[in-house]
């Protein structure tokens, strides 16, 4: 991609090198997986479940139970719906413009897919879902016992900040490959 310009006519050039693309490719694989199964289940939960009724699955270890989320985690913030999806359009951007660019290392390609289809599940639902845009409740229906009641994008999310610690902290690489060990 080239050929935007900045104000004042400065070029602004994303690098997408022949060593990336095969990074690409695997963020936007498991982005695209994680957006059709977050969708499919979201389907399927609307059709099947009922609000106010929970099917227990596993001895009670997971329970489905469909409920709407127009706050964030925890149902915290109800009233920031429209703030909470403008800064999801922000992250997806940041994301899509700042950090697929850099990636040269297969484990932050798959963080990287994680996130965007995380974050891009729950957009949908804040963009399209009643009471309307920027406005939408996210559909949510997997419940641990003793815990909130999540969905697929909210696991991809997760699996995606796990491995960001995993990889910058534990392993010590940088989205590029380039190791982050003072050592090294």
Known sequence: MSGLQAAGGTAITISWSRASKKHIGIAAAIALLGVLVDFG??????????????????????????TRNSGAAFSMGESFTPVFTCFAIAALCVILCWLLPKVRHVGWAVTTGLLLAGISGNLFDRLFRE?????????????????????????CITAAAVLVIWLSVIRQVSPGGASLRQDA
């Open 41 to 66: 289940t979201k389907v399927a939960a609307l059709a099947w479940l009922e609000p106010g009724n929970f099917i227990p699955l596993l001895g009670g270890l997971l329970i489905l139970r469909l």
């Open 131 to 155: 009471p309307g845009p920027f406005r939408g409740e996210v559909i949510d229906f997997i419940q641990l016992p003793y815990f909130a009641i999540f969905n697929v994008a909210d696991i």
